[in-house]
């Protein structure tokens, strides 16, 4: 499902943040993605998003090298990819609902559609009472769901996280990895950047630790 070869990704200031990497995901798995900061986390999942592109090597989507896609073709592609942040990155002037059904607005998805979905999504993460709600009216673990049902509602085959719970609880941080977790046993792959090493280990799942923008071949469960 999700295979780099080789990627090296610099930027224009001579930062290399990936150097050769190289790893695969199998279809419908689910891995957290580890490594001290600046080690390449939020690039490698960028570059899943298709946010950016490598300066070298094949990043391959399901036996796709997305860096040959088209610009036409991209934003048909990034439908296919749930992102989540660790700052929720909610529009605090709509309300919950709003917010989970913007991916079928700019998909074009017809009213009824959307109803239907966003509904189901917010249920998945027991929201759907607060539809209505504006988002400073949430708790921060809310919020997050807010987010995740937004990632989800397109029904993505790969879902990404970034930091989900750096501004959660410990509690919370569960509950929302519980979340993730029922989603990937419908079939959805799953890679979560963290720092947080106790929540990885509780989870159980394979770890990918990067090292100076490579595996860590030490730590690749």
Partial sequence: MIRFGGVYKRYPSGQEALSGLSFHMEAGSMAFLTGHSGAGKSTLLKLIAGVEQPSSGQVLIDGKNIVQLSKSQMPIYRRKIGLVFQDYQLLHDRTV???VALPLIIAGADHQ?????????????????????????????????????????????????????GNLDAQLSSEIMQLFKQFNQIGTTVLIATHDLNLVQQMGYAEIALKQGRVDAGKMA
């Fill in 97 to 99: 609902f709003d917010n």
């Fill in 113 to 165: 559609e959307i109803g239907r979905r966003v509904r189901a999504a917010l249920d998945k993460v027991g929201l759907l009472e607060k539809e209505r709600n504006l988002p400073v009216a949430l708790s921060g673990g809310e919020q997050q769901r807010v987010g995740i049902a937004r990632a989800v509602v397109n029904r993505p085959m790969i879902l990404l996280a970034d930091e989900p719970t």
